[in-house]
Nanobody
Framework: QVRTQESGPGLVEPSQTLSLTCSIS??????????WNWIRQAPGKGLEWMGA???????NYNPAHKSRISVSRDTSKNQFILHLDSVTLEDTAVYYC?????????WGQGTQVTVSS
């Protein structure tokens, strides 16, 4: 059964780049037709989709963040990585990674990221 696990720094300073890694187990990042997603939930707000990378390496981003977001992958490690540039206090949130598709449907437990100086 597929599982995903988020990892990265819990604290990031304003204007820095946030990098989070999602490690996949029990499944393959190249499984057909799957997109591997990052979503987040800021305090007091709803879930926000950030971006995704597909089984074929294709990426898709939330237009609201397109200028400062990228998602990459390392197929040898079965991981995908979120980079978010120029973070502000408004990027403080719990970040989740996961997928929903023909083979797998799973979202990780989430990791808290706080932007603070």
């Amino acid at each position: 059964q597929v599982r995903t696990q988020e990892s990265g720094p819990g604290l990031v300073e304003p204007s820095q780049t946030l990098s989070l890694t999602c490690s996949i187990s029990g499944g393959s990042i190249t499984a057909n037709y799957h997109y591997w997603n990052w979503i987040r939930q800021a305090p007091g707000k709803g879930l926000e989709w950030m971006g995704a990378i597909g089984y074929n390496g294709y990426t898709n981003y939330n237009p609201a963040h397109k200028s400062r977001i990228s998602v990459s992958r390392d197929t040898s490690k079965n991981q995908f990585i979120l980079h978010l540039d120029s973070v502000t206090l408004e990027d403080t949130a719990v970040y989740y990674c996961g997928t929903k598709g023909p083979h797998y449907d799973y979202w990780g437990q989430g990791t808290q990221v706080t932007v603070s100086s």
